[in-house]
Structures are given as structure tokens and as C-alpha cells.
């Protein structure tokens, strides 16, 4: 079974700063089924990137997915006060299905 | 709109069974596969399951395979989350969510959560 891995656990930065998340998976997976969500405390998650680099609708263009193979990364340009959260990765592996998220990392100000 | 309502939050004793609740709307709920999350206290997301509304084809994380059921009733538009017997490590939020479709196998829609409760 697939791992992914997610580092930092946490990040302490200042609202304005540039902040690139590493998401690394235990194989090589496929592109196309790697997304990243947002939670907030007291919130459902939230989906920010699917195919690796499509945003969801509604998404701020400072959030930017890249990556292929087994690394993966979620950089969001310019930390604004409402972006401090645990984000999490998720990929999905076929036969059978199977939806596998990360351990989050906490994006906390500093 | 697209919106994905879940039942209530459960306080529920060691033993006793459950069953909660995902209504959904705003959308054509029979195309799309409504999946369960878990989430215990102060942890990460944790995938249980996953149902096709138009045929009820499921499939269930290996985690999750035997401890409960997922079910779904597509008259209502409604997807299931059932419990026979509840143990206190069954207490969490559970979160259902909507896999986006062509073929983004991601969930792009979710539902507020349901806090289960299981104590003596």
C-alpha cells in the first residue's frame, strides 16, 4: 500500500511569506489522482488542488500544486492571515480503489 | 449549489449501533461516488469507504472492512454510515464528501461533519 508522507510535520511563518509543502509518496503515482485540501479548526476540509496542479473552483491563484512521480508540493505564493491550517495530500490508487491521505502539515503563524 | 448535509451529532454507549446520514443536493446524487472520512480527535483524515449511488457498488478501505457499513438510498439522495456495535475508539467526526468525477478521484464537495460519541 501506498505511504505519503508529508513534511514538515509543522511550519511556523509570518503572514507575506512564501511557503512550499513536500508531500512524498512511498511509489510512484500517478499525477493525475494527487489533490491537497485545507482544514481549519472546527471545518471540513477543503479541496485547493486536483491533478496535482488544477485548482478547485473558487481557489486564490496564490495556491500552486506541482510535482510527478513520488514528490509532490503545495506552495502557496504569499501567506494571507486566513491560509494558517493543516493541509493535507490525498492520492488515489486503483484496483481497488483506494483514497490515501497524508499526515498533514500545520501551517502556523509565527 | 451543490451541498452535502449530514445528521446530527450521536452520544452513543459501548455496544450500541448507529447509523448516520448524507443528503445531498444541488446535483445529480446518483452520478457521483460519496465517499467517508474519519477523523478522531486531533488526528488526520482517514479514508473508510466508498459508494456509488447509481448502483450502490461499494468498495471500503481494509481498515475499515468489516467494522461498518456503508449504504446508500438513492429515492432520497441520501448515502449511509452504519455501525452494528460501537466501541469507544469509534469516537470521531465523520465527514462524508463527493468525489468530483471525471476522473479527479478527489473530493471536492464535503459535508459539515457528524461528531460521534461513544462512552459509558
Known amino acids: 500500500e501506498i505511504v505519503l508522507t508529508q513534511s514538515p510535520g509543522t511550519l511556523s511563518l509570518s503572514p507575506g511569506e512564501r511557503v512550499t509543502l513536500s508531500c512524498r509518496a512511498s511509489?510512484?503515482?500517478?499525477?493525475?489522482?494527487l489533490a491537497w485540501y485545507q482544514q481549519k479548526p472546527g471545518q471540513a476540509p477543503r479541496l485547493l488542488i486536483y491533478g496535482a496542479s488544477s485548482r478547485a473552483t473558487g481557489i486564490p491563484d496564490r495556491f500552486s500544486g506541482s510535482g510527478s512521480g513520488t514528490d509532490f508540493t503545495l506552495t502557496i505564493s504569499r501567506l494571507e492571515p486566513e491560509d494558517f491550517a493543516v493541509y493535507y495530500c490525498?492520492?488515489?490508487?486503483?484496483?481497488?480503489?483506494?483514497?490515501?491521505f497524508g499526515q498533514g502539515t500545520k501551517l502556523e503563524i509565527k | 449549489e451543490v451541498q452535502l448535509v449530514q445528521s446530527g451529532a450521536e452520544v452513543k454507549k459501548p455496544g450500541e449501533s448507529l447509523k448516520i446520514s448524507c443528503k445531498g443536493s444541488?446535483?445529480?446524487?446518483?452520478?457521483?461516488?460519496i465517499g467517508w472520512v474519519r477523523q478522531m480527535p486531533g488526528k488526520g483524515l482517514e479514508w473508510m469507504g466508498i459508494?456509488?449511488?447509481?448502483?450502490?457498488?461499494?468498495t471500503y478501505s481494509p481498515s475499515f472492512q468489516g467494522q461498518v457499513t456503508i449504504s446508500v438510498d438513492k429515492s432520497i439522495n441520501t448515502a449511509y454510515l452504519q455501525w452494528s456495535s460501537l466501541k469507544a475508539s469509534d469516537t470521531a467526526m465523520y465527514y462524508c464528501a463527493r468525489d468530483g468525477g471525471s476522473g479527479s478521484c478527489s473530493f471536492d464537495y464535503w459535508g459539515q461533519g457528524t461528531l460521534v460519541t461513544v462512552s459509558s
Open positions: 459508494i456509488y449511488p447509481g448502483d450502490s457498488d461499494t
Open positions: 490525498q492520492q488515489y490508487g486503483s484496483s481497488p480503489p483506494v483514497y490515501i
Open positions: 444541488g446535483y445529480r446524487f446518483g452520478s457521483y461516488w
Open positions: 511509489q510512484s503515482v500517478s499525477s493525475s489522482f
